[in-house]
């Protein structure tokens, strides 16, 4: 039995073809591991925030990564539930790529990736006093 491929024009984006120096205003793209991640955040929105938009920065500080999920359940009591929190490093990437697929235009593109980030849930919720504001809706 044979299979069936859907073909796709393939590009090489910007973060490939550009050379020299990198300009933080242009595109970059970041992976994000979790090492846990309860089933109630999966249909949440979240905040995430850093010290730094350069992976490539030496001071640890810098690279520290920030996630939340507030909860927005409501308990008996009629407090809100605690959220979850995560937190790691984004470590520089060396020869890592991204393919974004888009199937209703039929294009490809790879992408470099500048930077990955492990995340570990945090069970003391010790963040940053400098939190981003919240986003627009």
């Not at 393919?99 to 992408?111: C, M, N």
Request: proline fraction near 4%; aromatic fraction near 8%.
């Amino acid at each position: 039995m044979a299979e069936d491929f859907t073909n796709f024009k393939l590009k090489i984006g910007n973060t490939i073809k550009r050379t020299g120096r990198k300009d933080a205003s242009q595109d970059q793209y970041e992976t994000l591991l979790f090492t846990f991640r309860p089933d109630s955040i999966k249909d949440q929105s979240g905040v995430l925030w850093r010290g730094s938009a350069n992976p490539n920065e030496k001071k640890k500080e810098g690279n520290k990564v920030y996630v939340s999920f507030e909860n927005q359940d409501v308990a008996a009591d009629g407090k809100a539930s605690s959220g979850h929190y995560f937190e790691g490093n984004t470590v520089a990437a060396k020869d890592d790529c991204i393919l974004i697929v888009d199937e209703t235009t039929g294009e490809a593109v790879l992408e470099k990736i500048s930077g990955s980030t492990r995340l570990t849930k945090l069970s003391k919720v010790s963040l940053p006093t400098s939190k981003p504001a919240p986003l627009p809706d």
